[in-house]
């Protein structure tokens, strides 16, 4: 009996963790998107927001956005538009149309 409940409970800590561990990793945040993104349009930011819409309904792939988040990141101008036509890209390669 005890051994179950110590077992569950341990169960119970690593999703917990996995959980937290992910949702602090992931830097997708709107706010932080855009900043880090230099939008300078209603339809930049919109275009981030139907992203992050697309992500939370599963259609498109989280990995998939943070990468190329990432990547266009670090580029040294035109960051926005390098997020927008390499995700629209790496989407269409899956058949997700943007």
Do not use: H
Request: with cysteine; hydrophobic share 50%; net charge positive.
């Amino acid at each position: 009996m005890v051994r179950n409940c110590l077992s569950l409970m341990l169960v119970f800590v690593l999703l917990t963790a996995a959980g937290s561990r992910q949702a602090a990793a992931s830097p997708l945040d709107a706010n932080t998107m855009k900043v880090a993104l230099r939008t300078a349009t209603p339809e930049d930011d919109g275009f981030i927001d139907r992203v992050l819409m697309l992500v939370d309904r599963g259609t498109l792939p989280l990995d998939m956005v943070e990468s190329t988040f990432l990547w266009a990141r670090k580029k040294p101008q035109r960051k926005f538009q390098y997020f927008k036509y390499g995700l629209i890209a790496r989407a269409q390669q899956q058949g997700i149309a943007l």
